[in-house]
């Protein structure tokens, strides 16, 4: 199979000396195109981070972080963001959108980064994510759900390999988020990307293909 | 008039002037008064090295004993003493029986013993007028300095002036130049405007005009014309008023300053109504030197020795918050006389910048007639 | 509970110290410049009025010569006459170091009430003896002068009071004195003066060189300018105001759903604001005593250069000041602070506690400032059409440049917007897109820089426009090679005498004080000579003007006295003496304060033979040779030769000072305003993370971040300038044809300098990069870090 995410041997730690934390310890795991997986843990495991170096948001300390056959954890700031914007796709619970900007240009914005903008895929998203009647709208005037698929179908519309998704339904009540998710997922698989959804819910978790579990910076399987 | 350079030192302690003028008419006051210390201070502050007789100080001159005078040269000023005075009074009487009083002095001291042209001049002038009546008394100053034509003394014609203040003589050219003077000062509040006409001769006190002034010989040259009839007009804040009396003018001048220990001095001139004439002083210090002259109605002068006179106090009035004794009984024993002064207004207080009591009486007892008492130091 | 919740509050400011440091900063530099411009103002009326009381001499009528000067004999004849008068002698004389003014006062007669026969009475022996009083500053700016002098604050500075007698001696006035002081109670029934003294000139109290008058209108200018300073400071506090209270909302959400009442919590903010007001107002007035003390010299320079009034360089200090400019510093909070607390009383208690930008939060405020934009050019143009006066002036001229101001954000949107349509690709459009959101956020600092560079703009044009018209003019003025002062009515003749017999022209300068239609004037007298003919400059003239003057069938008077009487060629004029005369032209004098005539030399000696001739002028082809002939064969000393080349210098020089503290004061406010900018650009910078970082997320750098955010600041700011441009040059307009007009009586043509636009430009350019600097660098430097902070903090 198609490898988009490869880690080995990940670590990371922040602070120094007797302070220092050991958030990431060796992790090493593989993802697929078209594979779901989701990271689970609890409240400070080190999903997020993990989550954040898989962006090229953060670095590693060790360890190779491969993208693709990119290893974004030795790549500079400027290699990271082209990856990033070609290749990657992020949601997160918060801080989505471009708060400037409508929902046609936030959907569009980051295919036009990538200079792979196309209308009528747009438009296809859109209608699939059931905010074709958005699109004038700015992200002040939206729900939250309308938000997130508005989130959802940016990082769709740039056809990412891989979509970094961080407790993406963590705003919305249970029946928003659970239908938000379903569309993630569906349109991820349909559009051959792999998914990494870190969440701390067992429920949505479940809708994964896959599932891990960190735990004190160590990753094991997750429940089943 | 008795001479002393302390003769208008005010008695210590003395409160000092009023920090603001008082409202309405006395703007002038404050700087009176510093004037009038100034021209105290060029009197005193060369007094202080002073010691002994007829000695020159720092080049002013001194009275010599024997000096002749010589008018009308000496009716005019005398820019190398320390200080001099032309000094007139007048008892008034209005149509009604009335009685006035009237002053016009004319003061100079100068801070070097010479005349210059214009501003540049030391001489420093001080004009004071006084009016009494039995329940008001005005009293107002002028200061000037020579030079400018601003006040002056000159003798030919003799006229004495300060501003629009002044005396001036209308004597024929054979009469002496004092014998007939028109007189004339004021203020916005009042005024006067007097015609003299002497009498009698000039008076020479003490020895031929030579006055001593203590017991250590200090002394003035002094002379009065104390013969004058007097006719003229009072301005009053009710109207003018026409006046008839009698006038008595002192010209008196000297370098020397009293002994420091004379506080003051009480002065009267009186004028019998038999026509004789009596002047009289106390120079009160610890001791008291007490000097006179009498007159007789045709001029002839007899200088009464130290002592020869009595001076007592009987009754004290309360004057500008002092304690004034305003009513006195005179003894002179050897000439018969002992009368007792009765003042027209016992608050004849002149309230300048430098003060002093001054007003007319009336006397009474082994004589009677009238007069004008000035007492300093209190 | 107060205390918890005042703590609560409070614990903002410790993690924002910035912006606490800003708003104190705001506020403070707000006072200071306000409290500043008016120390100096203080300060130099009270050197005006202490000038006064030294004589008492404003509330006096004085008796003059029209020569300026007579015998002091005419003191004893008046006083001889009942007239309480006093002698007094003034002149200008060389003392050492310093050319002072001399005042010799003649305290045995000088009416009570002047500070200085209260001085001189003082120790009065000593003062006829010759000891004088001078300011401590003067003394020291004389160094060694060969008087007696004591020091006195009493006496004003560039000022030295002696007896009369000294002052004649050091004037070289013996015999003669200057004017005559009358009492104000006099005696009734004396000889009228009109009857004793039929040449002097009676003039009443108040009249004459009253400083005050003068100096009125350099002192508006001056608060003006105060005011400017405070309106662009409070814009600053107004913006850090507004952002804490925004920044707080979630936290005054909780504390109102922790039973705070609402009435309490805005008794805590006011409580807070008031605080900030004391320790900035403080802050500032000592800032504000700092700068004023560092203008002051220069202020004294231009007021003593001007108009030769008394101003002394060292500030004192007052607590009536201080408390005034407390008080101004408290309103100032309360105006911006009253805002905030009014949208914090009526907020719904569950409202958003997002931080959402309150001026874009309601489109009616947009909407509102925009009607009050309208409504004061409304304002501004009836000022315009039916205002009179000074004040007027400056009500036109504040109403103009708010109303320009307020509309600015709304015209920077507009082009904001055509720039975001016009743009092609996604971070172009975000980027234009997210400028015109955030600019309300800048728009009140914005606004602060459009005020500082209008001001800039239209005070340098109008400074320019003066000095080209004001160096024409003294080319036009200043003909002559060389000038002479003659000592005394012999060296006059010499002179003349002397110049004449080498083929040279001799121009005498001759003049009298005079009070024309109401005003202290003078009245110069003119040869017929073809310098005038070919040189003068004139406004406005009747034909055969010179001819006529020649004539003495008519007067020139200068641009002043037209304005001020609605004078104009073919009206008359009444003079002393001359009575009423034709205006044959009006000619431009600019820098003087005082009404001035001219009439024909053989008019003018005719009716004033005695006044002396104050200067020649001479024309020569070989100046350097006559300069030196008149040291050599005629004994002249070269302090009283002048030639052109240091008469013009010492003009201009003049002139420079007169706009040095405008200069001053016009850098100051941009400062502040680069500051306010500074200011919205770092407090900014916080909650812009926020909105970068899904940006960040999606692929841009950092680095370029911050260079967009830069190009930003720059951008918004060039938009500004351009648009200050016209708002600059219609200030300047309104400066030279409103307010010199109303303030100096002279009309100035307006020219252009682009250059100096340039020059401006440029700085703020500077001034605005500094000002982005340092959060853009903090972003390129620390992106990854903050950036991901947001998404850290998110949960």
């Known amino acids: 199979m198609d490898q988009v995410l490869r880690l080995r041997d990940v670590t990371k730690s922040f602070g120094q000396g007797d302070a220092r934390i050991e958030v990431l310890r060796a992790v090493s795991l593989d993802l697929g195109a078209g594979q779901s997986l989701a990271l689970t843990g609890e409240s400070g495991s080190g999903k997020s981070t993990l989550l954040h170096i898989c962006a090229g948001l953060e670095p590693a300390d060790q360890g190779q972080v491969l993208i693709g056959g990119t290893d974004i954890a030795r790549c500079d700031d400027v290699a990271a963001a082209a990856l990033r914007r070609a290749s990657i796709g992020l949601v997160f619970q918060h801080f989505n959108l471009i708060p400037s900007l409508n929902v046609a240009a936030n959907l569009a914005f980051q295919a036009r980064l990538a200079r792979r903008h196309d209308a009528g895929f747009q438009a296809d998203l859109a209608a699939r994510l059931g905010i074709g009647h958005l699109l004038a709208r700015y992200p002040e005037q939206l729900s939250g759900g309308q938000q997130q698929r508005v989130a959802i179908g940016r990082c769709l519309a740039v056809r990412p390999r891989l979509v970094l998704a961080d407790e993406p339904t963590g705003n919305l009540d249970e029946a928003t988020g659970d239908s938000v998710l379903d569309l993630m997922l569906e349109l991820s698989a349909q559009a051959g990307a792999a998914l990494l959804l870190v969440t701390h819910s067992p429920r949505l978790a479940a809708r994964c293909d896959a599932r891990a579990h960190l735990r004190a910076g160590r990753l094991g399987p997750g429940a089943t | 008039m008795p001479f002393n350079s302390h003769r208008l030192k005010p008695a210590p302690p003395r409160p000092p002037p009023p920090p603001a003028p008082p409202p309405g008419g006395g703007a002038a006051r404050p700087v009176g008064r510093a004037l009038a210390v100034l021209w105290l201070g060029l009197v005193s502050a060369q007094a ?228 004789h004439r009596m002047m009289g002083f106390q120079l009160r210090g610890h001791d008291i030197f007490t000097a006179g002259t009498w007159v007789t109605p045709e001029g002839q002068a007899t200088a009464l020795p130290p002592g020869a006179l009595r001076f007592t106090p009987l009754d004290h009035a309360e004057v500008a918050g002092r304690e004034v004794p305003v009513r006195w009984r005179i003894d002179w024993e050897d000439g018969g006389v002992s009368v007792i002064t009765e003042p027209l207004n016992p608050h004849a207080w002149m309230d300048l910048g430098i003060s002093y009591w001054e007003g007319p009486l009336r006397f009474s007892g082994s004589h009677s007639g009238r007069g004008y008492l000035e007492m300093t130091g209190y | 509970m107060n205390r918890a919740a005042l703590g609560a509050l409070l614990s903002h400011w410790a993690r924002h110290p910035f912006q606490l440091a800003m708003l104190l900063m705001g506020l403070a530099l707000a006072t200071a410049l306000w409290s500043g411009v008016q120390a100096l103002n203080a300060e130099a009326r009270a050197a005006y009025a202490s000038a006064e009381e030294l004589l008492a001499d404003g509330g006096l009528a004085r008796l003059e010569h029209p020569s300026g000067r007579m015998p002091d004999a005419e003191f004893g004849r008046l006083r001889r006459a009942g007239w309480m008068v006093s002698a007094v002698v003034e002149g200008r004389a060389r003392l050492g170091q310093a050319r002072v003014t001399l005042l010799g006062i003649e305290p045995l007669s000088a009416p009570a009430g002047g500070t200085g026969p209260a001085l001189a009475q003082a120790d009065l022996e000593s003062f006829l003896s010759g000891t004088g009083f001078a300011h401590p500053q003067t003394l020291a700016e004389m160094g060694d002068n060969g008087l007696d002098l004591r020091p006195s604050g009493a006496v004003p500075v560039g000022m030295v009071l002696v007896d009369i007698a000294q002052a004649q001696d050091v004037l070289d006035m013996r015999g003669q004195i200057t004017r005559l002081t009358l009492a104000p109670d006099q005696r009734k029934g004396l000889t009228p003066l009109a009857e004793l003294a039929p040449d002097l000139t009676l003039i009443p109290p108040g009249e004459g060189a009253d400083l005050a008058g003068l100096t009125d209108s350099f002192h508006l200018n001056l608060t003006a300018f105060g005011l400017l300073a405070f309106a662009v400071g409070l814009f600053i506090v107004h913006s850090a105001v507004g952002l804490a209270f925004e920044q707080r909302r979630g936290l005054f959400r909780s504390l109102r759903a922790m039973g705070v009442p609402l009435r309490n919590l805005c008794a805590l903010l006011g409580a807070e604001m008031a605080l900030f007001g004391l320790l900035a107002g403080a802050l500032g007035l000592v800032l504000g005593y700092l700068m004023a003390a560092l203008l002051l010299p220069d202020v004294a320079l231009s007021l003593r250069g001007l108009y030769g009034a008394p101003v002394p360089g060292a500030l004192q200090f007052n607590p009536v000041w201080a408390a005034a400019g407390l008080g101004m510093t408290l309103a100032g909070m309360a105006i911006a602070g009253g805002q905030a607390l009014w949208r914090l009383a009526h907020l719904p208690l569950l409202a958003p506690a997002q931080p959402r930008a309150w001026a874009q939060a309601s489109a009616r405020a947009r909407r509102a400032q925009a009607a009050l934009a309208v409504a004061l050019a409304l304002a501004a143009l009836g000022l315009a059409q039916w205002g009179g006066g000074l004040v007027a002036g400056f009500a036109l001229l504040a109403a103009a440049l708010l109303a320009c101001a307020l509309i600015m954000p709304v015209l920077l949107a507009g082009a904001l917007a055509l720039a975001g349509r016009a743009a092609r690709g996604p971070v172009a459009q975000w980027f234009w897109a997210d400028s015109r959101q955030n600019l309300p956020r800048l728009s009140l600092a914005l606004m602060a820089l459009l005020l500082a560079l209008a001001a800039n703009i239209g005070v340098g044009t109008m400074v320019s426009s003066f000095r080209a018209t004001f160096i024409g003019w003294l080319d036009q003025r200043l003909v002559a090679e060389v000038n002479v002062i003659p000592r005394d009515p012999a060296e006059a003749a010499r002179i003349r005498a002397f110049v004449a017999a080498r083929g040279e022209a001799a121009l005498p300068v001759q003049r009298v004080d005079a009070t024309l239609a109401g005003q202290p004037a003078q009245i110069y007298a003119m040869k017929d000579h073809a310098t005038f003919r070919d040189n003068w400059p004139m406004l406005d003239a009747l034909p055969d003007l010179w001819d006529r003057l020649a004539a003495g069938k008519g007067v020139l008077i200068n641009e002043q006295l037209a304005h001020r009487d609605g004078l104009g060629p073919g009206d008359v004029l009444t003079l002393p003496q001359l009575g009423a005369m034709p205006v044959l032209g009006v000619y431009p004098d600019y820098g003087n304060p005082l009404a001035q005539a001219v009439t024909g030399l053989d008019l003018f000696a005719a009716n004033w033979p005695d006044a002396p001739v104050r200067q020649y002028a001479l024309r020569s082809d070989a100046p350097q040779a006559l300069i030196a002939a008149l040291q050599d064969e005629l004994g002249l ?159």
């Open chain 2, 48 to 275: 202080q090295g002073f010691a002994g007789l007829g000695l020159e100080v720092e080049g002013f001159a001194a009275p010599q004993r024997g000096h002749a005078l010589e008018f009308p040269r000496d009716h005019g000023a005398h820019p190398d003493y320390r200080i001099e005075w032309w000094y007139l009074t007048a008892t008034l009487s209005d149509a009604d029986g009335q009685d006035y009083g009237v002053q016009l002095a004319l003061f100079r001291s100068p801070y070097a013993p010479e005349e210059r042209e214009g501003f540049a001049s030391p001489q420093i002038w001080m004009g004071h007028i006084g009016l009494t009546s039995r329940d008001a008394h005005f009293a107002a100053e002028r200061f000037a300095r020579g030079g400018v034509g601003q006040a002056g003394v000159s003798t030919a014609p003799f006229e004495a002036f300060i501003d629009e203040w002044r005396m001036i003589s209308t004597a024929a050219p054979d009469q002496d130049a004092l014998d007939h003077l028109e007189l004339r000062a004021g203020t916005a509040e009042f005024g006067f405007e007097l015609t003299l006409q002497a009498t009698g001769p000039l008076v020479l006190h003490g020895d031929q005009g030579f006055s001593v002034k203590s017991f250590d010989g200090r002394a003035s040259y002094y002379y009065s014309q104390p013969f004058y009839q007097v006719t003229g007009q009072l301005d009053l804040p009710d109207g003018p008023v026409g006046v008839t009396g009698q006038g008595w003018l002192d010209h008196e001048w000297s370098s020397q300053p009293l002994s420091d220990d004379q506080q003051g001095w009480d002065w009267v001139s009186l004028s019998f109504e038999d026509g």
């Open chain 3, 637 to 795: 000393s070269s302090g009283q030769i002048t030639d052109q080349a240091a008469a013009k210098a010492m003009s201009l020089a003049i002139f420079e000072r007169t706009f040095l503290i405008t200069g001053a004061l016009n850098l100051l406010t941009l400062s502040v305003a680069a500051l306010a900018l500074f200011a919205a650009l770092m407090t900014l910078s916080g909650m812009r993370l926020v909105q970068l970082a899904p940006l960040w997320a999606l692929g841009l750098t950092p680095r370029a971040l911050a260079g967009l955010e830069a190009l930003r600041a720059l951008v918004l700011a060039a938009m500004t300038m351009i648009f200050a441009l016209p708002v600059g040059l219609m200030l300047a307009q309104l400066l030279l044809a409103v307010i010199n007009v109303q303030a100096f009586g002279w009309r100035l043509p307006m020219q252009l300098f682009p250059a100096d636009w340039a020059r401006l430009a440029a700085g703020a350019w500077l001034a605005v990069a500094l000002a982005v600097a340092l959060p853009a660098w903090r972003l390129w430097r620390d992106g990854p870090r903050d950036l991901l902070k947001v998404f850290a903090h998110e949960r």
